[in-house]
């Protein structure tokens, strides 16, 4: 039996039609007698919902007028479609200073979150104006039809990004008992409400993406549970570890590098990584990019990017890792 938060973590499963709103009033069929025709099932996958909305924007129409603002508003949602698909997802509509998108997993979805974040604050300030993101995801069973997702898994992804504020991450306890143990211990349980058409109230956890004064107690335990993590990272047989005592370390062509690299194609201070509570970011500050693969993922290129480091996976300073003779460094988040 589900519970009244969420679907549970399955990967597959079907629904009749004739139990969402939406689908019911299309198809419109009655049998004799006046009586609604049975509907036919259709597969469903359990995917993350991820709504995003750009804070403010009435305000910055106002400010900046039409078309510095509209400038501004589509440079913070080029960025949230790069991270949807850097993270396996897709974008299924943009509307107005709004994203609405699927990712695979309910690990995909706070990882993505949290870089939209990270990216969006990183963006310079327009005028004393900083910009700033908010937004709800929910992981569950959809029912996707041209390139749309229906269902109820869609409606309490909508109403977790109602609940969000500015610079805040919003999601169900359903999801996170769906997520990794590394990321749980980045959320905390905050309430329970109630969602259109769910006879029970729903559990709400916000995602702790920074760190500051402004959060509670149960958000600091989470960091002290956090600072046994380490990130171990090989060159030329030599291991260096980082954790969240480490004031970071840059690798690169120079000599006061950290971790020396010696490739032409790298800049003398090629990259960075900084120890965030209980992640670990990789800032790339090169000429020519840092090429990373994340194991049985697509290899990603940052150019004056950054990217959180999870499990384990391979770096490559100017190079691809997959070409011939690339100088590698190799990582792994250990718990």
Partial sequence: MMGSDGPGCAQQSTVPMANIDQQKSETGETMRGGAAAPAPTQPTVS??????????????????????????????????????LQYGGRVIKTIGDEIMCVLPSADAGCLAATDMHHKIMGLPMVSKVKRSVRIGFHYGPVIEEHNDVFGDTVNVAARM???????????????????????????RAIAAVSVKGKGDDVKVSEVI????????????????????????????????????SSLG?????????????????????????????????????????????????????????????????RMGFGHSVNLTGTEVVTFTVCE
Avoid: P
């Fill in 47 to 84: 995917l993350t919902v991820l709504f995003a909305d750009v804070v403010g924007s009435t305000r910055l129409y106002e400010t900046f007028g039409d078309a510095t603002a509209k400038q501004m508003i589509d440079e913070c949602l080029a960025i949230l479609r790069a991270i949807v």
């Fill in 161 to 187: 990004a109602g609940l969000a504020k500015g610079m805040q991450i919003i999601t169900t306890g359903a999801t996170v008992a769906c997520m990794s143990h590394m990321l749980q211990l980045s959320t």
């Fill in 209 to 244: 993406w920074q760190g500051g004064e402004e959060l509670t107690m149960s958000t600091a335990s989470i960091a002290f549970t956090a600072k046994e993590l380490t990130l171990r990272l090989e060159h030329n047989g030599k291991v260096t570890e980082v954790d969240r």
């Fill in 249 to 313: 370390i840059v690798l690169g062509r120079d000599a006061s590098c950290q971790i020396v690299i010696n490739d032409r194609n790298a800049s003398r201070q090629h990259a960075r990584i900084e120890c965030r509570r209980d992640k670990f970011f990789l800032i790339d500050q090169s000429t020519n990019g840092t090429f990373v693969a994340l194991a049985n993922e697509s290899e990603v290129v940052l150019r004056r990017e950054e990217m959180m480091l999870r499990g384990t996976g």
